[in-house]
């Protein structure tokens, strides 16, 4: 278990035989009360796809029954996982396209580090944009990975391209972009920091966050001209909301 800060953590189980899942998918964690019940909460698993454990990031909400128990766990301690796999936040439900944008705000990140983990994302996108929001820059999980893909994404392949973008909302000076990631597309700041055009010609959209920022950037990029995959045909944009 790794505390990102007193809220804010990333923890990883055992794999159970025959697990299978797609980056971007989630899965149904359970722990045990002491009346004999189990509750059960949605996590994205933040692993790469043939990674030997699962791996997820979670926000500690006080009182909250799931949260009050994950926070008394110590290594050992048995977590129940689900045995299928959910989710349309994959790959596969996006047209093709030469451009990749991750947006996420707080745990959102997680499903786009499985994402990232995997090689399809390569194989697929020229350039991949991640923006990631938080309100402290301790929020800012697996930066330094995120980071270090982005250079060696670079090194390893001269037209492959990796950027991080990381805001900072509630912390003066802590980044460059400090609004949220929807106003960051309204006034243009997101696709200069990126020195990419979100255009619905090239780039495809992943969205994963608190319900707000996925309506606002909804609407905005259905003006654009960005459709969800219907009827079995894939689209140009994803989301996922995060409560």
């Not at 797609?22 to 933040?46: D, F, K, Q």
């Not at 396209?97 to 580090?113: D, E, K, M, Y």
Request: charged share 25%.
């Amino acid at each position: 278990m790794r505390r990102w800060t007193p809220t804010l953590i990333s923890f990883r189980t055992t794999r159970p035989p025959g697990f299978r899942f797609t980056p971007g998918h989630y899965a149904r964690l359970g722990l045990a009360t002491g009346e004999g019940g189990i509750v059960w909460r949605p996590y994205s698993m933040a692993c790469g796809e043939h990674a030997d454990h699962l791996e997820f990031l979670l926000v500690l909400v006080p009182g909250g029954e799931f949260s009050t128990k994950m926070s008394a766990l110590r290594p050992g301690d048995p977590v129940l996982v689900e045995k299928a796999s959910f989710g349309f936040l994959t790959l596969e439900q996006l047209a093709p396209g030469r451009q990749l944008w991750l947006l996420a705000s707080g745990t959102g990140i997680g499903p786009f580090v499985s994402i990232l983990r995997g090689p399809a994302v390569w194989r697929t996108y020229e350039k991949v944009i991640v923006a990631h929001s938080v309100r402290s820059r301790a929020e800012l999980a697996w930066r330094d990975e995120i980071e270090g893909a982005a250079r060696e994404a670079l090194a390893a392949e001269p037209n492959r391209e990796l950027r991080y973008l990381p805001v900072v909302t509630r912390e003066p000076g802590a980044c460059d972009l400090d609004a949220r990631i929807p106003t960051l597309l309204a006034d243009g700041r997101l696709e200069r920091s990126a020195a990419a055009r979100l255009s619905v010609d090239d780039s495809r959209v992943m969205a994963c966050g608190n319900p707000e920022m996925m309506r606002e950037l909804r609407a905005k990029l259905s003006a654009r001209g960005f459709r969800t995959s219907r009827r079995g045909m894939p689209g140009q944009m994803a989301f996922e909301n995060y409560w």
